[in-house]
């Protein structure tokens, strides 16, 4: 089926339903359907047509929400894109998803026109404000279009998402997420993350639409639950716990980093959280201490996730009744792990050759289901490798224990995940060695209590070559989304080489890491 329809299912069962609440803005399930179907409409008369993608770069509002759903029922791929990207990276997503229409909010309409050499494909920019030139704006093309659209019959594995991830190799790719793919990681949401639902739903969307909280935004649509946006645009504890208390919020996905500000915020006892059943947190590591304080303030209300763009929401998950606080000693060392397979997943691990390790043997995790996804978009090779044997590699690294529980453990590929973002250090790297003074680089991730991890670049500079530690941050702020900037530079005479003359990564993140089970 076309994911399409949660939509006009939801509409048609609960009009009245709010359906979108952003500041004093609100839409019921009608009034949100009949948007999205006018969207529809417009999108077709400028020419967009099934099988095509439609890119999206919008913070989170109301508009974000009907364009994803507009895309699904054409039968589009939506390209929602991360927009704390650099214009540069953005330009290029727009471009290598073949994009001829982007849907936009006016804070990128100038970041837009920047690059809008590198986007020759484009056609039509759709902005929510601030229209100039050929731009179209977002209420002006709803207007005398028909408020009703049929969902555009699709094969189950059309492309309904291109999930752009960071690429390991600098470029990111493209994971193409099927209507079966985001059907059966809807079905799971109500199997294990949110298996009580004996009240009326409301989610809240404090992570950006385009990653993590977008896929929840499905099942959410499908029950019929109202979608909190916060008016605040960027992470504000004081404005998530407003929100929470006033829309009685029964579910949210966070990053880690996200749920440690909200339970060291002082405020966090002044309001009433107890509407609160599914607080989904995952997409990086979360310390077992943070944990057992989260549980404490928040109640039996966690559930952690483990997953990645290609396998979309979960690999594996620890369900609510493994957030306990006076546990006995397995189910404590339970707490550190990411949970067990999720109900409709296969998860095993294997080594270097493919070949299927014993309980607690470390190794990597590969993963088979409905919610794997098709391959990558317009890159076969990848594709292949990635999905060798019907198997997704995850290019993590970690071991299953007796009783089933995945202990993540590090990653192949040598990925920094920073406050929830991935931040893959060759982009970086190849930032860095042209500055002139630099000779040679490696980016590495080290603790960092906030943040999870933090970027941290090891230089060894070019005879006589002179540079501080603030200018090659400057430097690679001019280049790179700020995010993944280095926050500390350390200077050294020569990096640490194996036989074959490889920078040994390992070698200098130990320093770092020392005392530390985890390498995540
Ligand atoms: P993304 O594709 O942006 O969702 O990033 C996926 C990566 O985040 C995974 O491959 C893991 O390395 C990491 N990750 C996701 N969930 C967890 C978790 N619960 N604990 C530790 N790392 C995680």
């Given at each position: 089926?076309?994911?399409?329809?949660?939509?006009?299912?939801?509409?048609?069962?609960?009009?009245?339903?709010?359906?979108?609440?952003?500041?004093?803005?609100?839409?019921?399930?009608?009034?949100?359907d009949?948007?999205?179907?006018?969207?529809?409409?417009?999108?077709?008369?400028?020419?967009?047509?099934?099988?095509?993608?439609?890119?999206?770069?919008?913070?989170?509002?109301?508009?974000?929400?009907?364009?994803?759903?507009?895309?699904?029922?054409?039968?589009?791929?939506?390209?929602?894109?991360?927009?704390?990207?650099?214009p540069?990276?953005?330009?290029?997503?727009?471009?290598?998803?073949?994009?001829?229409?982007?849907?936009?909010?006016?804070?990128?309409?100038?970041?837009?026109?920047?690059?809008?050499?590198?986007?020759?494909?484009?056609?039509?920019?759709?902005?929510?404000?601030?229209?100039?030139?050929?731009?179209?704006?977002?209420?002006t093309?709803?207007?005398?279009?028909?408020?009703?659209?049929?969902?555009?019959?699709v094969?189950?594995?059309?492309?309904?998402?291109?999930?752009?991830?960071s690429?390991?190799?600098?470029?990111?790719?493209?994971?193409?997420?099927?209507?079966?793919?985001?059907?059966?990681?809807?079905m799971g949401?109500?199997?294990?993350?949110?298996?009580?639902?004996?009240?009326?739903?409301?989610?809240?969307?404090?992570?950006?639409?385009?990653?993590?909280?977008?896929?929840?935004?499905?099942?959410?649509?499908?029950?019929?639950a109202?979608?909190?946006?916060?008016?605040?645009?960027?992470?504000?504890?004081?404005?998530?716990?407003?929100?929470?208390?006033q829309?009685?919020?029964?579910?949210?996905?966070?990053?880690?980093?996200?749920?440690k500000?909200?339970?060291?915020?002082?405020?966090?006892?002044?309001?009433?959280?107890?509407?609160?059943?599914?607080?989904?947190?995952?997409?990086?590591?979360?310390?077992?201490?943070?944990?057992?304080?989260?549980?404490?303030?928040l109640?039996p209300?966690?559930?952690?996730?483990?997953?990645?763009?290609?396998?979309?929401?979960?690999?594996?998950?620890l369900?609510?009744?493994?957030?306990?606080?006076?546990g006995?000693?397995?189910?404590?060392?339970?707490?550190?792990?990411?949970?067990?397979?999720r109900?409709?997943?296969?998860?095993?691990?294997?080594?270097?050759n493919?070949?299927?390790?014993?309980?607690?043997?470390?190794?990597?995790?590969?993963?088979?289901?409905?919610?794997?996804?098709?391959?990558?978009?317009?890159?076969?090779?990848?594709?292949?490798?990635?999905?060798?044997?019907?198997?997704?590699?995850?290019?993590?690294?970690g071991?299953?224990d007796?009783?089933?529980?995945?202990?993540?453990?590090?990653?192949?590929?040598?990925?920094?995940?920073s406050?929830?973002?991935?931040?893959?250090?060759?982009?970086?790297?190849?930032?860095?060695?042209?500055?002139?003074?630099?000779?040679?680089?490696?980016?590495?991730?080290?603790?960092?209590?906030?943040?999870?991890?933090?970027?941290?670049?090891?230089?060894?500079?070019?005879?006589?070559?002179?540079?501080?530690?603030?200018?090659?941050?400057?430097?690679?702020?001019?280049?790179?989304?700020?995010?993944?900037?280095?926050?500390?530079?350390?200077?050294?005479?020569?990096?640490?080489?194996?036989?074959?003359?490889?920078?040994?990564?390992?070698?200098?993140?130990?320093?770092?890491?020392?005392?530390?089970?985890?390498?995540?």
């Amino acid at each position: 089926m076309n994911v399409g329809q949660f939509l006009t299912k939801a509409a048609r069962d609960f009009p009245s339903t709010p359906g979108i609440v952003h500041g004093t803005q609100s839409w019921s399930y009608a009034e949100f359907d009949e948007r999205t179907s006018r969207l529809c409409h417009a999108l077709q008369e400028l020419g967009l047509e099934r099988g095509d993608n439609l890119a999206v770069l919008m913070t989170n509002c109301g508009p974000m929400l009907e364009t994803m759903f507009a895309g699904f029922r054409l039968g589009c791929g939506v390209v929602p894109i991360n927009f704390r990207l650099h214009p540069n990276e953005f330009a290029y997503i727009i471009d290598h998803s073949e994009s001829r229409i982007v849907a936009t909010s006016p804070e990128f309409n100038e970041p837009l026109r920047s690059v809008a050499a590198q986007m020759p494909r484009v056609e039509h920019v759709i902005t929510t404000d601030g229209a100039i030139g050929d731009e179209l704006d977002y209420e002006t093309i709803l207007e005398g279009q028909p408020g009703e659209c049929p969902d555009a019959e699709v094969d189950p594995d059309d492309v309904a998402w291109l999930f752009y991830t960071s690429g390991t190799t600098g470029r990111p790719k493209g994971a193409m997420l099927t209507h079966r793919n985001l059907e059966a990681m809807s079905m799971g949401f109500f199997t294990d993350m949110c298996p009580d639902r004996s009240q009326p739903e409301a989610t809240l969307h404090a992570a950006p639409l385009s990653h993590g909280s977008g896929l929840y935004a499905l099942p959410n649509v499908a029950m019929a639950a109202t979608h909190v946006i916060p008016s605040a645009t960027s992470f504000d504890p004081v404005n998530i716990f407003e929100c929470i208390q006033q829309h009685r919020i029964t579910n949210i996905f966070v990053a880690p980093t996200m749920l440690k500000r909200l339970i060291d915020h002082p405020d966090i006892g002044r309001f009433d959280l107890g509407s609160l059943k599914s607080v989904i947190y995952g997409g990086a590591p979360m310390l077992v201490q943070d944990l057992l304080r989260a549980l404490e303030q928040l109640g039996p209300c966690l559930v952690q996730l483990y997953g990645q763009g290609e396998s979309p929401m979960t690999i594996t998950y620890l369900p609510h009744q493994d957030h306990v606080v006076d546990g006995d000693e397995t189910r404590h060392r339970r707490l550190g792990s990411a949970g067990i397979a999720r109900t409709d997943v296969e998860v095993g691990i294997v080594d270097d050759n493919d070949r299927r390790l014993a309980t607690g043997e470390v190794g990597e995790i590969i993963t088979r289901s409905d919610l794997v996804m098709k391959g990558y978009w317009r890159d076969p090779a990848a594709s292949d490798n990635s999905l060798r044997g019907g198997w997704l590699h995850t290019g993590d690294v970690g071991y299953l224990d007796e009783d089933g529980y995945l202990f993540l453990m590090d990653r192949s590929h040598d990925m920094i995940i920073s406050g929830g973002e991935n931040i893959y250090p060759r982009e970086i790297e190849e930032i860095l060695v042209r500055h002139p003074a630099v000779h040679e680089v490696a980016v590495i991730g080290i603790p960092d209590e906030e943040w999870g991890e933090a970027v941290k670049a090891v230089v060894s500079t070019v005879d006589g070559g002179e540079v501080t530690e603030e200018e090659l941050i400057e430097f690679c702020r001019d280049h790179i989304a700020s995010y993944k900037k280095p926050r500390s530079v350390d200077f050294v005479d020569d990096l640490p080489r194996n036989n074959y003359g490889k920078i040994v990564k390992r070698e200098l993140r130990e320093a770092y890491w020392q005392g530390r089970e985890r390498r995540v």
